[in-house]
Nanobody
Framework: VQLQASGGGLVQAGDSLRLSCAASGRTFSNYGVGWFRQAPGKERDFVAAINWNSGNTYYADSVKGRFTISRDNAKNTVYLQINSLKPEDTAVYYC???????????????????WGQGTQVTVSS
């Protein structure tokens, strides 16, 4: 499956963004999808994940209450709604996919087989 992340940009603290991860090439509904982010000089960290039928979602503690992950399998797209953006949210955001129908999804990068190219989110104070 090929993934294309989009929706990033330069915003001010307190603003909102919706990132999209568009998939092509395989039956997207067979994949769990995660979002990760990587700030300059730091490791790529888990942000959120959603299983194949939206029955289970997972969030990093640092984003709970501000980030919402969702998916539309008819459009082969996963979304990440980010509200109340903070300067510390500045990073390149990546979406990733793993072929699984499990309810549980990994929170480590090694658990995902396919990656998008990333979209830059920059939050000014």
């Amino acid at each position: 499956v090929q993934l294309q992340a989009s929706g990033g940009g330069l915003v001010q603290a307190g603003d909102s963004l919706r990132l999209s991860c568009a998939a092509s090439g395989r039956t997207f509904s067979n994949y769990g999808v995660g979002w990760f982010r990587q700030a300059p000089g730091k490791e790529r960290d888990f942000v959120a994940a959603i299983n194949w039928n939206s029955g289970n979602t997972y969030y990093a503690d640092s984003v709970k209450g501000r980030f919402t992950i969702s998916r539309d399998n008819a459009k082969n797209t996963v979304y990440l709604q980010i509200n109340s953006l903070k300067p510390e949210d500045t990073a390149v955001y990546y979406c990733a996919a793993v072929s699984t129908l499990r309810g549980w999804l990994p929170t480590k990068t090694s658990g995902y087989s396919y990656w998008g190219q990333g979209t830059q989110v920059t939050v000014s104070s």
